[in-house]
């Protein structure tokens, strides 16, 4: 989520756990002029085709791409940019769709690495498990993949973050069937 501040730039959100959002980016262009009132700032921001847009109610439009942070990875920002609209409306509301892709499989991956949501020898090993099966093609990639979305869906039982965990098991899933 972009939530444009007037005087306070942009914030960038992630919701992926609703009940505790957090800021993981802001840009601020700073103030007009420091010695008097002015009206300005970011009065709306939008996300479209991987990058974020900014109305300044004085200076102009931004135009502002991610860049990788202790918040948010290159797997994150890559996966992001695969959603991808023709045309976009905000007041629309479109669904969001990922298309099956070992990037979202990875960012899922980092943000269990970022919030400890599985053990270090768990996300090696998926990893590893990722990286083989993406080598792979035909019937041996569909079967590392199914391996590796079953281990998954056991993992999910002890993991500090089974929800996520169940997503890349649904992710890893939805490879194999591609």
Known sequence: ????????????FDFTDPAHPKEIAFFDRGPMDSTKLLLG??????WYNGYIYASEIDRGLDILD????????????DAAKLVHFDVFNPQSQPKLVWPGSYVVARAYLDQLVRD???TADQSSSIARDLSRAEKLKGASEKA????LATRLDRDAKTAADPTR????AAEVRDLGKR
């Open 144 to 147: 590392a993949l199914a391996s």
């Open 165 to 168: 965990v169940e997503a890349l």
């Open 41 to 46: 700032g970011d009065w709306g921001t939008y």
């Open 116 to 118: 400890k949501g599985v």
């Open 1 to 12: 989520m972009t939530q444009a501040w007037y005087q306070g730039g942009v914030s960038v």
């Open 66 to 77: 991610l860049k990788p942070s202790d918040q948010l990875s290159q797997n994150e920002i």
